[in-house]
């Protein structure tokens, strides 16, 4: 069963500076919800309620927005505002929290490491907020949750990304299978376009097993001098199915200015077209 999802929430969030200097990356809201909420709805949708943060200095306002605040509720008790509120209670009522912290920001590897305690012998699934990724049916983490299923291994999301992009991604070598997953042979970590074996670009949701640890104890630092999970999964892949899983939805990049300002937009357009 798959109970348990990561949230890798250690980064400096640099190019949102100086918004992030006091404040986490992952609090920058889309509309009125941070990013982190979307990510926490996504894995709540999937059936992972166990729900694992790997934080850093400067991110208290995480856990302080996943607890109640008694004196706000006080305070807008019987307001058209009680209302805002409700329905993220509802979602820290579904969920227990743990919390841990990435010392040091030694890459995305790193981050899914600090957080083994946290996971345990389970398989689990991880969100980098960064991407917010929005589909009306149901959601990338419950579509690789179901070919968790099916497979029984490591699954990421993979989408086309344009070739001159694929240094900004980590990259598979796939062959497709026919259900449209791809069995995964080789990844490769921000490759420049002439190096990448593809374009299908990993996006920020995987599910993992257990067996990850092992391979990131043994992963040496790879691209930016940092410990990529790209990196051990590519070693796992020697030994063990890794499948890729294209996904229905709309995925925004939010770790830049441009892609935070489409999903915003694409958001705003959404809610105005709701009636009311
Ligand atoms: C990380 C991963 C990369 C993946 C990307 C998705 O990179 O290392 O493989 O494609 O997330 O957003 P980052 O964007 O944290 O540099």
Same mark, same amino acid.
């Given at each position: 069963?798959? &109970? ?23 609090? =920058?809201?889309? =509309?009125? &919800? ?26 208290? !306002?995480?856990? /302080? ?6 004196? *706000? ?11 805002? *509120?409700?329905? *993220?209670?509802?979602?820290? @009522?579904?969920?227990?929290? !743990? ?13 899914? =490491?600090?957080? @083994?305690?946290?996971? $345990?012998?389970?398989?689990? $699934?991880?969100? =980098?907020?960064? #991407? ?17 299923? &099916? ?25 497709? @299978? $026919? /259900?449209?997953?791809? *069995? ?16 299908? $670009? ?17 992963? &040496? ?9 790209? #990196? ?11 499948? !890729? ?7 925004? #990049? ?23």
């Amino acid at each position: 069963m798959l &109970k348990k999802c990561l949230f890798l929430a250690g980064g400096y969030g640099t190019r949102f500076l100086p918004a992030t200097k006091a404040m986490p990356k992952e609090m =920058l809201p889309i =509309l009125d &919800k941070p990013l982190i909420q979307y990510g926490v709805e996504e894995a709540v949708e999937a059936g992972m309620h166990e729900i694992g943060f790997v934080t850093g200095r400067g991110k208290r !306002a995480i856990e /302080d927005h996943f607890d109640a605040n008694y004196e *706000l509720e006080n305070h807008i008790k019987g307001t058209s505002r009680e209302e805002a *509120l409700q329905s *993220l209670e509802g979602l820290i @009522q579904t969920c227990t929290i !743990a919390y841990t912290r990435q010392g040091e920001i030694l890459g995305t590897g790193h981050a899914v =490491l600090c957080g @083994q305690l946290l996971m $345990g012998n389970d398989p689990f $699934g991880v969100v =980098l907020a960064d #991407d917010l990724c929005l589909n009306e049916q149901s959601g990338v983490l419950s579509q690789l949750a179901e070919v968790y299923r &099916k497979y029984k291994c490591c699954v990421v999301a993979v989408e086309q990304v344009p070739t001159e992009l694929t240094n900004r991604y980590g990259i598979i070598d796939g062959l497709e @299978q $026919g /259900d449209g997953t791809y *069995l995964v042979r080789r990844l490769v970590e921000k490759p420049d376009p002439a190096e990448a074996p593809s374009q299908l $670009g990993i996006v920020g949701r995987y599910i993992l097993v257990p067996k990850i640890f092992e391979m990131l104890e043994q992963t &040496k630092p790879g691209y930016g001098g940092e410990i990529q999970l790209t #990196d051990a999964l590519n070693a796992l892949a020697r030994t063990e199915r890794i499948v !890729a899983c294209p996904f229905d939805g709309i995925r925004f #990049d939010c770790g830049s200015i441009e892609g935070f300002v489409q999903a915003t937009n694409y958001c705003l357009q959404l809610r105005q077209e709701q009636p009311n």
